[in-house]
């Protein structure tokens, strides 16, 4: 779906939508309403359409986010409704599209449906030659992608997550070797969002657009305003008895409000999209297979781009080669624009997992191929995000050992360690590569007195390792090799005393 969004030059003037759809016309009532039939309930959502364009010069400040929110929004759910009913009608001779209909949430989040909370998205489209298909788009939020973004973090150097709004621009991460992959809390997620927006700009938002212009400044007498809260760093305005005065309850309400909205903005921003499409049959026969392919949501498009190559061209899907309704290979993934401008730094460790979908089985319908769907996605970034801790902890368990790593290159996969034998010195450096830990490291010894000399290092690739050791006990064997090969190393390369 494509649309845009023209404000006029001169204030004062209502904006312009462009939906490039010319079967959609939110502000013409419905024909059947139009010729005396049906119910006005229909036509409601026109109505309210029209009221608020025309009531627009009047509002003071027609500019405003929070007004165009309430403008866009019941166009867009309009939009949706409206290709809903397309395919519905179409699905009268189709009676695996009925059923795919009936099964799938096409309401948002309905009690009772396969998929409840998906919000799924439906649209009927033409392809490029001319044949009728429905494309369903199903989020996959039982894919969590928090842990490999947080641990991405740390590889690129700066962060990956969206902030939330009103938050202040969060520091680079710092690599932090001997730390594990992170977790999301399963409890207490919408609390947190509640107690960051109580101490942070986020709840002056919501408070001006649920209490008008004053509701800023009145914010500010409270001390909520942006940054409040020791948590920020700035110190809340105190009243005259010396403490904070206490949120009334419709900051609290309208910080709650802001805090779902920008949950739903934050699950936008890092949910997998799962994007099914029915091609019509022209004559009697029913609906074939779907042609699959995942959607990468904005932080995994600029996390692809500054992967490694052979991460950013796995096939996003085990099924055949497929084209999306934007004629996008399913092998591939959409650009988008948060991807990395050209020259960007990229990272020889493949920080995407390939992400494959499971197949599909025939008599097989969307809603049970969903959770399919979401149970192996998870499991491939999970097994990705344990591959990217696991080098921060070999890294952090052998300077342990070693005493010293000189420099750590965690975007290059490689480290370098100094040790001594006899009082010789020794560079020791650590080449970690794609497939790591399924290929074992190579180690290259080098001799610190004769680095000129022709023989003064040698790489080693052969030595006990398993890919199913803890970083730990990988660290602990490489550590104990080093000691029974460096006698064998230095011997002929140790400058006469």
């Known amino acids: 779906m494509r649309w845009q969004l023209i404000l006029p030059s001169a204030g004062g003037g209502a904006p312009d939508l462009i939906f490039d759809d010319e079967t959609f016309r939110p502000l013409c009532p419905p024909p059947a309403l ?56 179409v699905a009268a001779r189709l009676p695996r599209l009925q059923f795919e209909l009936s099964t799938l949430d096409l309401e948002g989040g309905a009690a009772g449906s396969a998929v409840e909370g998906a919000g799924v998205q439906a649209e009927l489209t033409a392809n490029a030659a001319g044949q009728l298909q429905a494309c369903f788009a199903v989020p996959l939020p039982a894919v969590s992608l928090r842990p490999l973004l947080e641990l991405a973090s740390a590889f690129v150097g700066r962060p990956l997550l969206p902030p939330l709004p009103g938050a202040r621009p969060a520091a680079a991460p710092q690599a932090q ?75 609290v309400a309208a910080a709650a409000a802001a805090a779902v909205a920008a949950q739903r903005r934050l699950a936008a921003a890092t949910t997998l999209v799962l994007l099914a499409i029915f091609r019509l049959p022209s004559g009697g026969t029913d609906l074939g297979e779907p042609e699959l392919s995942l959607q990468l949501p904005p932080a995994l498009l600029e996390l692809q781009a500054l992967s490694a190559p052979s991460s950013s061209t796995a096939p996003a899907s085990s099924t055949p080669a497929s084209t999306s309704s934007s004629g996008t290979p399913a092998s591939s993934f959409p650009p988008g624009p948060s ?17 494959l979908l499971p197949p599909w089985s025939a008599h097989m319908c969307l809603a049970e191929f969903v959770p399919l769907a979401g149970e192996r996605l998870a499991a491939q970034a999970e097994a990705h995000c344990a591959g990217l801790a696991a080098r921060q902890q070999l890294v952090a368990h052998l300077t342990e050992a070693l005493g010293t790593c000189l420099e750590s290159n965690l975007p290059g996969g490689a480290a370098l360690f100094s040790c001594a034998w006899e009082g010789a010195p020794v560079l020791v450096t650590l080449e970690l590569g794609p497939r790591f830990p399924a290929d074992k490291p190579a180690i290259t010894l080098h001799s610190a007195r004769q680095l000129s000399a022709p023989d003064a290092a040698r790489t080693y690739r052969e030595y006990p390792w398993s890919p199913r050791w803890a970083p730990r006990e990988m660290a602990a064997r490489i550590h104990n090799w080093l000691l029974e090969e460096l006698p064998s190393f230095m011997r002929g390369r140790a400058p006469p005393p």
């Open 34 to 89: 139009a010729a005396g039939l049906g119910s006005a309930d229909a036509g409601a959502g026109g109505a309210g359409l029209r009221s608020q364009l025309k009531g627009w010069a009047s509002d003071p400040q027609p500019g405003r986010p929070e007004r165009l929110t309430q403008l866009v929004a019941p166009l867009l759910d309009a939009y949706r409704r409206h290709h809903v009913a397309r395919i519905s009608a």
């Open 339 to 355: 991807a990395s401008p050209p020259g960007a730094p990229r990272c020889a460790v493949p920080l995407l997992p390939p992400l």
């Open 177 to 251: 070797p001997g730390a594990a992959a992170g977790r999301e809390s399963s409890s207490g997620g919408a609390d947190a969002l509640v107690q960051g927006a109580l101490q942070g700009g986020l709840i002056q938002a919501a408070a001006a657009a649920a209490g008008g212009v004053g509701a800023a400044d009145k914010l500010a007498a409270a001390g909520l305003g942006p940054g409040a809260g020791s948590a920020a760093g700035i110190e809340p305005r105190l009243s005259a008895s010396g403490s904070a005065p206490a949120p009334t309850a419709a900051l």
